[in-house]
C-alpha cells in the first residue's frame, strides 16, 4: 500500500516534535550539569561563639540581653552554637527569658584594659570558634584616652589570636550613648580591625552605632531595652551568618 503524505497540520507538528527533541537534547548534553562541582556542604559541627563584653553583654535583671535574640536568630536558621565564657545568665538576677544559651563573657563595670588583663585565661578555658567584642563604653565614660583604648582592644585581639591562631572575632563599633558617647573611638576601629585581620584569623567590623537611638533603644542612656538588644542582635548576625556559613564549608 501506498505511504500517505502527511496532512499539513501534523507536518508542522511532527517537525516541532523533532525539534523539540533536539534541543532538548542538545541543552541537557551541555548543561554541563556532571562537571559542575559539588555545592560544598555546611557542616553540622557545633560552632563555640564566645560574648565578649562589658555590661551590654551581660544586661541586667529583668532583660533579655542581646545574647536572648542572637541565640534564637542562629537556632531558627539552623546553625549548631554554643555560647561560651565563665559567666551565665545577666547581672543582680534572672534574665526576661531564660529560654537560650546563658553562657557569656560579659563583665559589667570593666575597662578593655581589665578585660585585657583576664582574657588569656577565659579564652583558653572556653576555646573559642568565634568572638563577639563590644567593649569601650566604660573606657569612654571612665575617661581614658582613645588611643590607649584602642591599644588595650588591640591587645585583647592578639590575645585571643594566640590562644587560637583561627579564631575568628566580630568587633563591634559601640552602639550609642548619650552618657558617654563613642564617635570617636569608633572611628579608629576599621583602621585596627584591618590591621590586625588575616586570612587564618579574620576579624571583622560590625556597626552597631549607626541608627542605634539611646532615647528609644535604652532604658538609661547606655543599656539597651528589648528593643535595643534585638537590634543589635540583628546586626550581629548579618555579619555572622555569612563567617559562619564560610567557617562550617571549610570543617
Known amino acids: 500500500m501506498p505511504t500517505l503524505p502527511l496532512a499539513p497540520g501534523r507536518w508542522f507538528v511532527s517537525v516541532a516534535a523533532v525539534i523539540t527533541i533536539y534541543f532538548g537534547t542538545v541543552a541537557a548534553c551541555g548543561s554541563g550539569a556532571e562537571d559542575s562541582p559539588p555545592v560544598p556542604q555546611r557542616s553540622t559541627a557545633t560552632v563555640r561563639i564566645m560574648p ?8 541586667n535583671t ?20 554554643d555560647f561560651v565564657g565563665s559567666r551565665h545568665g545577666v547581672g543582680n538576677g534572672p534574665p526576661a527569658n531564660p529560654d ?20 588569656q585565661t577565659w579564652a583558653t578555658a572556653a576555646s573559642p570558634d568565634f568572638v563577639l567584642l563590644h567593649i569601650g563604653t566604660n573606657d569612654i565614660c571612665q575617661h581614658q584616652s582613645v588611643a590607649s583604648t584602642v ?11 594566640t590562644v587560637n591562631p583561627r579564631i575568628r572575632i566580630l568587633v563591634a563599633q559601640l552602639i550609642n550613648s548619650s552618657n558617654c558617647p563613642p564617635a570617636a573611638l569608633n572611628a579608629r576601629l576599621p583602621a585596627l580591625v584591618a590591621d590586625k585581620s588575616s586570612t587564618a584569623s579574620p576579624i571583622v567590623l560590625v556597626d552597631q552605632y549607626t541608627g542605634f537611638d539611646p532615647a528609644s533603644m535604652t532604658y538609661d542612656g547606655t543599656h539597651p531595652t528589648s528593643i535595643g538588644d534585638s537590634r543589635m542582635a540583628d546586626r550581629w548576625f548579618e555579619t555572622l551568618s555569612p563567617m559562619l556559613d564560610e567557617f562550617l564549608t571549610q570543617n
Open 62 to 81: 529583668g532583660q533579655h540581653s542581646y545574647r536572648y535574640y542572637l541565640w534564637h536568630l542562629l537556632i531558627d536558621r539552623g546553625y549548631h552554637v
Open 52 to 59: 565578649l563584653g562589658d555590661s551590654i553583654t551581660e544586661s
Open 151 to 161: 591599644t588595650d582592644i588591640g591587645g585583647i585581639i592578639d590575645v585571643l589570636k
Open 100 to 119: 537560650f544559651d546563658m553562657d557569656h563573657e560579659g563583665h559589667s563595670g570593666r575597662r578593655a584594659d581589665e578585660i585585657l588583663n583576664h582574657i
